[in-house]
């Protein structure tokens, strides 16, 4: 069992029937505590959100693990765990998260939702700038400062070309760092937008950017075919690969370019390939060429 899904059914044991936005919030503030990061979490309509969180309930509903009585938002679905299915089951923590656990339920049980939400919120507001909640922090004078220098410092962010790949890191941390980078459009330069990752294949990454706020694109045109990277990486010619790359592709990619600076205007933008560091990726070398080909570009930097 993932350690991540041993602490929410940890979590699901000991309260009852938590709201799923409830839920989330502990998760939230437990992360705060421990010294393991097990979710991630991004601002989201309803605050601090996780989309693996909310993946691994799913899966353990499909487990007939957890049940889900759904509402029409998170604060009216509530989550319960079917005991019979995890009897015998260890669900005991390292030492300083059953800490972090302790802390959060104890905090829990002096918070209803409400409470909870306003908690967070405060706590972190950063990750409240997006929720559609605000509105009840209307004669919070200096929490609507907060938030203003949240987005203010959101809006300030260097209005560049961005590359960012997203091995290594969770669908959460990667949506993070494109709202807080204030990117509007993600443009997908794999040749296919497949992963053994789920949650970074085509489909469920474009929903998971569109509840984010953030246009999704995927250029195909500009990737490099799997037979090409299967013959020359396999033998570490990364950058014989690169000067086929350079020579081949970029120079058919003109069009690219010019649609990429149309959007550009509008907003920084970023394009998305696998590799964690942005040398061994093409994603680098087209953004390169993005920058010499057409005026309309003048920075660029690798998340």
């Known amino acids: 069992m993932l350690y991540r899904r041993k602490v929410l059914l940890r979590f699901l044991k000991e309260l009852h029937e938590p709201t799923t936005l409830r839920l989330q919030k502990l998760l939230f503030l437990y992360r705060g505590y421990c010294s393991r990061e097990c979710y991630d979490f991004f601002p989201n309509k309803y605050g601090c959100y996780s989309l693996v969180l909310h993946n691994d309930r799913k899966f353990y509903e499909r487990q007939g693990t957890v049940t889900v009585v759904a509402g029409s938002t998170p604060i009216e679905s509530r989550v319960s765990l079917c005991g019979s299915n995890v009897e015998g089951t260890d669900l005991s923590l390292k030492p300083d998260d059953e800490i972090a656990f302790s802390k959060v339920i104890a905090l829990s049980g002096c918070m209803d939702d409400a409470s909870l939400i306003d908690y967070t919120y405060h706590l972190k507001p950063q990750y409240a700038y997006r929720s559609c909640l605000l509105s009840r922090f209307t004669d919070d004078v200096e929490f609507a400062n907060q938030i203003f220098k949240v987005k203010e410092k959101i809006c300030s962010m260097p209005h560049c070309l961005y590359t960012i790949g997203y091995e290594g890191v969770s669908i959460d941390t990667f949506i993070k760092k494109l709202l807080f980078h204030n990117i ?39 990737g490099i075919a799997s037979a090409k990277r299967n013959e020359l990486l396999p033998d570490n010619r990364r950058e014989e690969l690169f000067e ?60």
């Open 184 to 222: 509007r459009t993600l443009v997908d330069v794999r040749k296919n937008a497949f992963s053994m990752r789920p949650e970074f294949c085509k489909g469920a990454l474009s929903k998971a950017l569109d509840d984010a706020g953030i246009r999704y694109l995927h250029h195909p045109e500009v």
């Open 244 to 303: 086929w790359y350079e020579r081949d592709t970029l120079p058919a990619c003109r069009p690219f370019v010019d649609s990429m600076s149309d959007i550009f205007k509008t907003g920084s933008l970023a394009f998305m390939c696998y590799e964690r560091n942005p040398l061994e990726c093409h994603r680098s070398h087209l953004a390169t060429y993005c920058l010499e080909v057409n005026p309309g570009f003048w920075m660029i930097k690798h998340l």
